[in-house]
């Protein structure tokens, strides 16, 4: 590893422990966050979060939603609410040009995830060479049963910068929560890993949730000597009965906007239902968007203790039995949304 490559992680790793009281999140940080300038827009955006001001500097990251839809029903997953017919299944190619095109150059990563697969669409192969093109670095998140064949083939080929892999800690815990042969996901990852191109990194993502938190730990045995990057982060879930001012999220001031396949653009990665859109890109550009009057005032809302209720019914920052990712609201509310 480099020295500036370790010095970053280290820096990261103190940044995690800072804000959530562990160093879990210093991995998904660095993924996303390997150009110096990224770091500027991301401490220019936290300091207005820290400062309460209802702004963001700037745009930080790019999701995009290639399929609403999957092939695969895990426990705890969006997927399981009745979604279908909300939004159009495919992202329009027409559409995701657009979003490329007026992506700012300074934003360093377009991620492909979201509600559903990414692998299910044709084009993905075609999506990640149009985004790399351009300038920017590629990430694809996927359960990984759709890696094979010539699908396989064309995302090895493909200017990828990282493939994250979800899975379960071990072959039990893969049947119950994600329905899935841990061992084809295996010969998936395998195969993948014998025909990416070398720059293409290889990382396992976990959703730690109470059934499986005691077993976090098998993923390291099983995958020793495969792939070296495990990522773990918290099941996120839905409080229907929640009420109250809700959290002061700090998701909406990092400035990564959320990409769905009918245009709409949120904040919050978590916001199935685009309850959160602060607008749509067959109606605005991105820039009107993130400087837009909605993107405003659903932060001075928050800062305001007028939550939506979304983030009301979120159960982000009070996860229970799995690290701490948002901070909770301070007992004092601030005196004015500036
Ligand atoms: C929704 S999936 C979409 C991409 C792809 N289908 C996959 O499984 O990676 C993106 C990531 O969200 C994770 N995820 C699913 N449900 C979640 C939840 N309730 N809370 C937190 N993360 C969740 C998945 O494990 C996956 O790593
Ligand atoms: S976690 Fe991924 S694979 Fe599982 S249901 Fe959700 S979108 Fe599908």
């Known amino acids: 590893m480099k020295l500036t490559e370790r010095a970053l992680r280290a820096a990261l790793w103190l940044a995690s422990w800072a804000i959530y ?11 996303k966050m390997q150009r ?3 770091w500027l827009t991301l401490a220019a955006n936290l300091a207005n979060y820290f400062s309460r001001r209802p702004r963001v500097h700037r745009m930080f990251g790019v ?16 997927g399981a609410y009745a979604l279908a017919g909300r939004r159009p299944t495919h992202m329009p190619w027409r559409l995701f040009e657009e979003v490329v095109d007026q992506t700012p150059s300074y934003v360093e990563t377009i991620t492909f995830s979201l509600m559903g697969e990414p692998l299910m669409h044709p084009r993905l192969h075609e999506m990640i060479a149009f985004a790399a093109d351009r300038g920017f670095r590629t990430i694809v998140f996927t359960n990984g049963t759709l890696l094979t064949g010539d699908a396989l083939i064309r995302i090895a080929q493909s200017p990828l910068a990282v493939l994250n892999v979800s899975v379960e800690p071990d072959a039990e815990s893969s049947h119950e929560f994600r329905g899935v042969d841990l061992a ?5 990852v395998d195969a993948f890993l014998a025909a990416k191109r070398s720059e293409t990194q290889v990382k396992l993502s976990l959703v730690a949730h109470s059934g499986n938190y005691e077993r976090l730990g098998r993923v390291w045995e099983q995958w020793a ?13 839905t409080n229907f009965e929640a009420g109250g001012p809700g959290p002061l999220c700090m998701e909406p001031w990092r400035g990564n906007l959320n990409v769905f396949t009918n245009g709409d653009v949120s904040p919050c990665c978590f916001d199935y239902f685009a309850e959160l859109a602060i607008g749509n890109l067959y109606r605005q550009t991105l820039e009107e968007i993130v400087q837009g009057e909605a993107y405003r005032d659903l932060m001075a809302g928050l800062l305001a203790g007028q939550a939506p209720q979304r983030c009301v019914q979120c159960t982000e920052w009070k996860a ?3 690290p701490l990712r948002a901070p909770k609201r301070p007992a004092r509310r601030p005196s004015k949304a500036s």
């Open 21 to 31: 009281h562990n160093g879990i999140h210093a991995d998904w940080a660095y993924e």
């Open 320 to 322: 229970e039995g799995v």
């Open 225 to 237: 000597g495969v792939v070296r990057h495990v990522k773990i982060s918290p099941r996120m879930g």
């Open 63 to 78: 999701v995009v939603e290639p399929v609403f839809g999957c092939n695969l029903r895990c426990q705890g997953c969006w």
């Open 36 to 38: 110096p300038r990224t």
């Open 184 to 188: 084809a996901v295996r010969r998936n």
